[in-house]
């Protein structure tokens, strides 16, 4: 059995003591004729008024606010009321108890039942934006998505192709939903100077498999192949070469992304280097240099192609 404490009594309070809160969104109508049926009846207010106290003989409403109303339409002297804890959580229960607010389910870890529950409410809604989608599709969709619980946004549901699309539809989730994503699995950096094609795999699979990672749409094999076979990948100083090699991973946002997974530690270039590859991401004039420092005639006019065919033969 539980017990009665301080906090939750009934009390008879004076109207002119208790303040309107935030108020109710109740049609002035159903104000009045409730307010009048009471008058009539010479009836109290049965269903007690949730306040909060504030200050010495000093109140607010948090909960039963259409109940005030009519009181005060009815001109009632005195109601009763339930004082409540003045805590943060006790406000939210009250409202939602009272049915002036819409409880939220946290998505991130919502059940199958929960999920379907909450998306029925809103299509049940008068006028609902989701009117139309298929319910079973959207359920199954969000539910099954495998990076749900890692969602910060509404936004990944859109690309779900559930009938829930970007705008009213998407927005209407706001009312019965909220997130408290789980924090992303760190991974430990791989040394790209140096990686296995498989840890390069596992790098790349993990930065796609984020949720918004700006990599969706690259063809995984071609960079994993592009990058493993790039002869010069054991002499990169920054990420830049991998731009240029044609595999969808391109300068800004993509490129930025695999610093998450891969660090470098370049090895240093051999004192005389022959390879065609390496040769290419010199410029002509540090090629000249090469040229020069090896003791080998330059062509009068020579271009980088030149100098590159020049060092790689001798």
Do not use: H
């Amino acid at each position: 059995m539980s017990t009665l404490t301080d906090v939750g009594n009934l009390m008879y309070l004076y109207i002119d003591e208790i303040e309107p809160g935030e108020g109710t969104d109740a049609p002035e109508f159903l104000i009045n004729a409730t307010a009048k049926l009471l008058n009539q009846k010479e009836e109290r207010n049965w269903i007690p008024i949730i306040v909060k106290e504030t200050g010495k003989d000093q109140y607010e409403v948090i909960g039963n606010a259409f109940v005030y109303a009519v009181a005060k339409a009815a001109e009632l002297e005195r109601v009763w009321c339930i004082i409540a804890e003045t805590t943060d959580s006790a406000l939210e229960v009250t409202k939602a108890l009272s049915r002036e607010i819409i409880p939220q389910v946290n998505l991130s870890s919502a059940t199958r039942d929960e999920i379907a529950a909450a998306l029925k409410f809103l299509i049940d809604q008068p006028g609902s934006p989701l009117k139309g989608i298929k319910l079973a599709v959207a359920i199954n969709r969000i539910e099954d998505d495998p990076c749900r619980k890692y969602w910060k946004s509404f936004t990944p549901i859109i690309k779900l192709s559930c009938g829930i699309t970007a705008g009213k539809k998407l927005d209407a989730l706001k009312q019965v939903f909220y997130l408290a994503p789980e924090k992303y699995p760190d991974m430990p950096k791989v040394n790209l100077s140096a990686a296995t094609r498989d840890e390069i795999e596992a790098a790349l699979k993990y930065l796609l498999d984020q949720p918004g990672s700006p990599l969706k749409g690259i063809k995984l094999a071609v960079a994993i192949n592009r990058i493993e076979e790039d002869p010069c990948r054991k002499y990169w100083k920054t990420l830049t070469p991998i731009t240029k090699l044609k595999c969808g991973i391109t300068v800004g946002k993509k490129l930025d992304a695999l610093k998450q997974v891969f660090y470098l530690a370049p090895e240093p270039y051999p004192d005389v280097i022959t390879e065609p590859a390496l040769l290419e991401t010199f410029t002509a004039t540090e090629l000249k240099a090469m040229a020069k420092k090896r003791e080998l005639a330059v062509p009068k006019g020579a271009k980088k192609g030149d100098l590159v065919t020049l060092l790689s033969a001798a």
